[in-house]
């Protein structure tokens, strides 16, 4: 029976230091050769038994993914932040790294990330590279408004959208205008291309389609969000998904204090970036949509940034917690729509009539004793 062999990948871009370690925790191979893919498929084939391979996730990581899947091993990308909480040590050397990510796979201790099959990762590399291209050609209209500026010359707002006016500046002859223009031209060029195969992808997703019923989602958005969250089910709750996407706060709690900090860092930046973007094209196009309305109400109260998040959020329920005090249950309540909506008629409510004796008319004590004189000092104070 082949017993198995566990193998961490401690990858850079120009060397690859791998760790092989038996059930027992003892080194069998340490070896440290170059990035390509023969390289590291010589070595694991020189190793005995049933092989496990783990890598850290990183700019790169997909090539030696698939070169040690193709030898037969078993092959999990674990998740950087978590592992280095989980196994950090004060001596820090590749060897030191490789190593232990062996013994965390040994261990069965590794934090794992989730690896989408080969054509969502072409769909994420897509949506990338066309926000990529916008944000140079973002980049280069602002070149080109600059050097307009500098000239001299007016223009009003969303100008270069327009090719009769960008053949009308190239007309005066400035050579730097004419280069920023061409370069612009052929980034517009490239972004139609990657558009269309963004197109095609959001003809063959039913998700994609059916995200773009909700008012400010439109093709690209849709598609994006499909790449980068489908299947949706690896979420387990709206809790965890809210994480992976940046929209929940962070929270520092030590006793009987709890914080609640500025947004998660560790997130998936691009979908918090796009879902901001969608959030202030909803408002537009869904004003009386109840996402709108709640936005709106916190954006008056904490301003717009917090509306924004809240809205782009989804405005999720808050669950009751099964450790929750009465003031959290009570305070819970009141920040509810429903309690909010009883709230707002506390003044209408007629109040305690001990309360309204006590507060009101001052009378907290009888200063004299008897029946009889206690009615006659309430009387005097009612």
């Given at each position: 029976?082949?017993?198995?062999t566990y193998?961490?990948?401690?990858?850079?871009?120009?060397?690859?230091?791998?760790?092989?370690?038996?059930?027992?925790?003892?080194?069998?191979?340490?070896?440290?050769?170059?990035?390509?893919?023969?390289?590291?498929?010589?070595?694991?084939?020189?190793?005995?038994?049933?092989?496990?391979?783990?890598?850290?996730?990183?700019?790169?990581?997909?090539?030696?993914?698939?070169?040690?899947?193709?030898?037969?091993?078993?092959?999990?990308?674990?998740?950087?932040?978590?592992?280095?909480?989980?196994?950090?040590?004060?001596?820090?050397?590749?060897?030191?790294?490789?190593?232990?990510?062996?013994?965390?796979?040994?261990?069965?201790?590794?934090?794992?990330?989730?690896?989408?099959?080969?054509?969502?990762?072409?769909?994420?590399?897509?949506?990338?590279?066309?926000?990529?291209?916008?944000?140079?050609?973002?980049?280069?209209?602002?070149?080109?408004?600059?050097?307009?500026?500098?000239?001299?010359?007016?223009?009003?707002?969303?100008?270069?959208?327009?090719?009769?006016?960008?053949?009308q500046f190239?007309?005066?002859?400035?050579?730097?205008?004419?280069?920023?223009?061409?370069?612009?031209?052929?980034?517009?060029?490239?972004?139609?291309?990657?558009?269309?195969?963004?197109?095609?992808?959001?003809?063959?997703?039913?998700?994609?389609?059916?995200?773009?019923?909700?008012?400010?989602?439109?093709?690209?958005?849709?598609?994006?969000?499909?790449?980068?969250?489908?299947?949706?089910?690896?979420?387990?709750?709206?809790?965890?998904?809210?994480?992976?996407?940046?929209l929940c706060?962070?929270?520092?709690?030590?006793?009987?204090?709890?914080?609640?900090?500025?947004?998660?860092?560790?997130?998936?930046?691009?979908?918090?970036?796009?879902?901001?973007?969608?959030?202030?094209?909803?408002?537009?196009?869904?004003?009386?949509?109840?996402?709108?309305?709640?936005?709106?109400?916190?954006?008056?109260?904490?301003?717009?940034?917090?509306?924004?998040?809240?809205?782009?959020?989804?405005?999720?329920?808050?669950?009751?917690?099964?450790?929750?005090?009465?003031?959290?249950?009570?305070?819970?309540?009141?920040?509810?729509?429903?309690?909010?909506?009883?709230?707002?008629?506390?003044?209408?409510?007629?109040?305690?009539?001990?309360?309204?004796?006590?507060?009101?008319?001052?009378?907290?004590?009888?200063?004299?004793?008897?029946?009889?004189?206690?009615?006659?000092?309430?009387?005097?104070?009612?």
């Open positions: 029976m082949e017993t198995n193998v961490g990948l401690d990858v850079h871009r120009k060397t690859v230091v791998a760790t092989a370690m038996d059930p027992m925790g003892r080194s069998i191979r340490h070896s440290t050769f170059g990035p390509t893919r023969q390289e590291l498929t010589d070595f694991l084939s020189a190793i005995p038994g049933t092989k496990k391979v783990v890598l850290e996730a990183c700019a790169f990581w997909e090539r030696y993914y698939e070169a040690a899947a193709s030898t037969g091993a078993e092959v999990v990308v674990s998740h950087p932040l978590k592992t280095r909480l989980i196994a950090e040590a004060s001596l820090k050397t590749d060897r030191v790294d490789s190593e232990a990510l062996a013994n965390l796979l040994r261990l069965d201790s590794i934090p794992l990330t989730y690896i989408p099959p080969p054509e969502i990762r072409a769909l994420r590399h897509l949506v990338l590279e066309r926000l990529f291209y916008t944000r140079k050609r973002t980049a280069f209209l602002n070149h080109i408004y600059a050097r307009l500026a500098q000239r001299d010359i007016h223009y009003e707002s969303g100008v270069l959208q327009h090719k009769r006016a960008r053949a190239r007309e005066r002859g400035f050579p730097e205008i004419d280069r920023a223009l061409d370069a612009l031209e052929d980034l517009e060029g490239r972004c139609k291309e990657m558009d269309q195969a963004i197109h095609d992808a959001f003809l063959n997703s039913s998700e994609a389609q059916l995200l773009t019923t909700i008012p400010g989602i439109g093709e690209i958005t849709a598609v994006a969000l499909v790449a980068f969250l489908c299947p949706i089910e690896r979420f387990a709750n709206v809790e965890k998904l809210s994480s992976y996407v940046g706060p962070t929270t520092y709690q030590s006793a009987d204090r709890l914080y609640h900090g500025k947004l998660k860092h560790d997130c998936n930046a691009v979908l918090r970036w796009l879902l901001v973007e969608v959030s202030w094209t909803h408002r537009v196009h869904a004003r009386t949509g109840d996402v709108a309305k709640y936005a709106r109400r916190l954006s008056r109260r904490r301003g717009k940034m917090r509306g924004t998040v809240a809205e782009r959020a989804g405005c999720p329920r808050v669950r009751p917690s099964l450790n929750e005090t009465f003031v959290q249950k009570m305070r819970r309540k009141v920040r509810s729509e429903k309690g909010r909506s009883h709230y707002r008629h506390r003044k209408c409510i007629v109040e305690p009539v001990f309360g309204q004796i006590k507060q009101g008319r001052g009378l907290r004590q009888f200063p004299l004793r008897g029946s009889a004189r206690s009615k006659g000092n309430a009387s005097s104070r009612l």
